[in-house]
């Protein structure tokens, strides 16, 4: 078969295995009670790290959300580019997804259009915090990249989408703001461009729902804002996040 041929098979069939992956746990937890996801007992990740498989069949697919746990030695949220990367991979090459939908919080700009409690679904990613000034690596560490395009979900539900930018940092540098803003992004976030840089690796589509906990171009400081959204601003998501989960349900790729 032509690569192209099974590419096109490949977005022919339908969907059946679908890897979430949720930096947090507070974001995490009313998914899996929603689609009634149990803890694997037998974990298909390697002994000793923190990362959480919880599994589940919702309609004709199989569920794995992947939380990346908390952190061994601080005992918080394992957030941030390097445990997204690493569960990524970890759950294609355990899992062989058809699919992956990264979702989680957001900053967002109003000046862009966000408002607290939106949903987004990212058209493209890049990262803001990684300056190499050298001819191409520049563009390398910027790695921006468009994300896979589902315009029938986006009229369904008629989510907001826009640019996301990624960065290991929640607060904003005065240079990580200039390069989110010739990133164009309309969001900002941890793990994203991570994620996506890890899908594309293996050429598995990815999805990013993204909702958004708190204004970078607001008044009120961003870790408060952040933590005081948080919980309500999830339920938003979360109903997000089954909605797009039913339109998947028995259909292909090619249909999203
Ligand atoms: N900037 C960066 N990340 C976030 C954000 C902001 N203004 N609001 N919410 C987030 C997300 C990140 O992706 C992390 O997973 C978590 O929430 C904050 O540590």
Not at 131 to 156: C, H, M, W
Not at 173 to 196: C, H, P, Q, R, W
Request: net charge negative.
């Amino acid at each position: 078969m032509a690569p192209s041929e099974t590419v096109s098979a490949t977005q022919e069939k339908p969907i059946s295995t679908i890897v979430i992956i949720i930096a947090m746990q507070t974001e995490a937890l009313p998914l899996v009670n929603s689609l009634q996801l149990v803890e694997d007992k037998n974990p298909v990740f390697p002994q000793g790290v923190p990362w959480v498989r919880y599994v589940g069949s919702y309609k004709d697919l199989q569920i794995n959300l992947i939380w990346p746990g908390k952190d061994s030695l601080f005992g918080v949220d394992s957030v941030g580019t390097v445990s997204a990367s690493l569960v990524t991979y970890a759950s294609f090459q355990a899992l062989n997804p058809d699919l992956i939908i990264n979702a989680g919080t957001a900053g967002g700009f109003k000046a862009k259009g966000a408002n607290i409690g939106d949903v987004f679904i990212a058209t493209d990613v890049a990262f803001h915090d990684r300056r190499i000034p050298i001819p191409v690596f520049d563009q390398y560490g910027i790695g921006a990249r468009k994300t896979f395009s589902t315009p029938n979900l986006l009229k369904e539900f008629d989510l907001k989408s826009g640019k996301l930018s990624t960065g290991d940092s929640l607060d904003m540098s005065t240079y990580d703001e200039a390069a989110i803003l010739a990133n164009d992004a309309t969001i900002k976030d941890m793990e994203g461009a991570a994620v996506a840089y890890v899908a594309d690796l293996f050429s598995v589509p990815c999805i990013f729902l993204k909702a958004v906990t708190d204004i970078v171009d607001g008044d009120k400081p961003t870790p408060e804002e952040f933590l005081q959204n948080l919980v309500a601003v999830t339920a938003a998501l979360d109903r997000t996040v089954i909605k797009v989960v039913d339109f998947i349900s028995g259909k292909c790729l090619s249909e999203l």
